[in-house]
Nanobody
Framework: EVQLVESGGGSVQGGGSLRLSCTIR????????MAWYRQAPGHGCELVSR???????YYANSVKGRFTISQDNAKSTVYLQMDSLKPEDTAVYYC???????????????????WGQGTQVTVSA
């Protein structure tokens, strides 16, 4: 059984930085895409960033230029470096695997792919 375990959330002032980590416990049969989603109160589940097995990277326009996704295969860990944080980045952030086929989501996590437990990020003005 594969589990995704997130860490690194917390509270920070606007303009600050946080780094989220997602450690993969277990072994995937095939290398999956890895992604970060977020859900804020009253909002749908937003795909923040995704890294594909071939290295292709996607960023939501709302975070482009501020967030960086990376993957350390030796440590089985995916990171999301978040810089220049804004209050509107406040949300629960979820690590997910094997979700490339999904379209827009009303809420997350869902019963498709693999999801972590979520970590809260709070950015104050």
């Amino acid at each position: 059984e594969v589990q995704l375990v997130e860490s690194g959330g917390g509270s920070v002032q606007g303009g600050g930085s946080l780094r989220l980590s997602c450690t993969i416990r277990g072994i995937f049969f095939d290398d999956p895409d890895m992604a970060w989603y977020r859900q804020a109160p009253g909002h749908g589940c937003e795909l923040v960033s995704r890294i594909s097995p071939d290295g292709k990277i996607y960023y939501a326009n709302s975070v482009k230029g501020r967030f960086t996704i990376s993957q350390d295969n030796a440590k089985s860990t995916v990171y999301l470096q978040m810089d220049s944080l804004k209050p509107e980045d406040t949300a629960v952030y979820y690590c997910a695997a094997d979700t490339a086929e999904l379209g827009p989501l009303a809420s997350c996590p869902i019963e498709f792919g693999y999801w972590g437990q979520g970590t809260q990020v709070t950015v104050s003005a």
